[in-house]
């Protein structure tokens, strides 16, 4: 059973912090990896995804892949109440016959102005 | 203009209706989506198409039924509706179905099943 696991939170933070959002995946084969934010009563919109081990950085959001632990993570600098929603780690295989996301349970964040 | 668009928005029937909730995107997209989110808003697959050919067939019951017309569509048909049906279903769609290109997610079908 290919398994993505996520605190299912709330997680409060307070304006202006940092908010660190963890995401781990049963499934070794693994190859890409996408963090969607999904505000109340809205569809999920991707904000960053990541294929390779280490960092990656887009504005205040910065994405963390860490294959051989099976983990990657979302951080938002400079919490903003607007970033308050919940977040969809998802993981694909890649090539072919491996055409679907598997979506975790998400993540509700909530930032306090 | 709307990207990928569903209708109805919200769709409340009685258990054992059959409904239909239809999906278009404009995006040139070759591939998409059926996914139900459920009231803890787990989002699962259910579906997927590509050029009109059907690639992911989650365990679902038999009583959904997807047909792509063509590859901008993507209609789910739901016979003898349950209680447990009621969800949100969501449309998506993306430009290739084994790359770690992003889906395109439509605004939703709420489904209250009475």
């Known amino acids: 059973q290919k398994e993505v696991e996520q605190n299912s939170g709330p997680l409060s933070v307070p304006e202006g912090a940092i908010a660190s959002l963890n995401c781990t995946y049963s499934?070794?084969?693994?190859?890409?990896f996408f963090w969607y934010r999904q505000y109340s009563g809205k569809s999920p919109e991707l904000i960053m995804f990541?294929?390779?081990?280490g960092d990656k950085e887009d504005g205040r959001f910065t994405a963390q892949l860490n294959k051989a632990s099976q983990y990657v993570s979302l951080l938002i600098r400079d919490s903003q109440p607007s970033d308050s929603a919940t977040y969809l780690c998802?993981?694909?295989?890649?090539?072919?016959?491996?055409?679907?996301?598997?979506f975790g349970k998400g993540t509700k964040l909530s930032v306090i102005p | 203009d709307t990207a990928v668009s569903q209708t109805p928005k919200y769709l409340v029937t009685q258990m054992g209706n059959d409904k239909s909730i239809k999906c278009e995107q404009n995006?040139?997209?070759?591939?998409m989506y059926w996914y139900k989110q459920d009231s803890k808003k787990f989002l699962k697959i259910m579906f997927s198409?590509?050029?009109?050919?059907?690639?992911i067939n989650e365990t679902v019951p038999n009583r959904f039924s997807p047909k792509s017309p063509d590859k901008a569509h993507l209609n789910l048909h739901i016979n003898s509706l349950e209680l447990g049906d009621s969800a949100v279903y969501f449309c998506?769609?993306?430009?290739?179905?084994?790359?770690?290109?992003?889906?395109?997610f439509g605004p939703g079908t709420r489904l209250t099943v009475l």
């Open positions: 990541i294929y390779s081990n």
């Open positions: 198409y590509n050029n009109k050919e059907l690639i």
């Open positions: 995006l040139g997209h070759d591939t």
């Open positions: 998802a993981v694909k295989r890649s090539g072919a016959g491996s055409y679907q996301l598997t």
């Open positions: 499934d070794r084969g693994s190859q890409s």
């Open positions: 998506a769609s993306s430009q290739d179905p084994a790359g770690g290109n992003e889906q395109f």
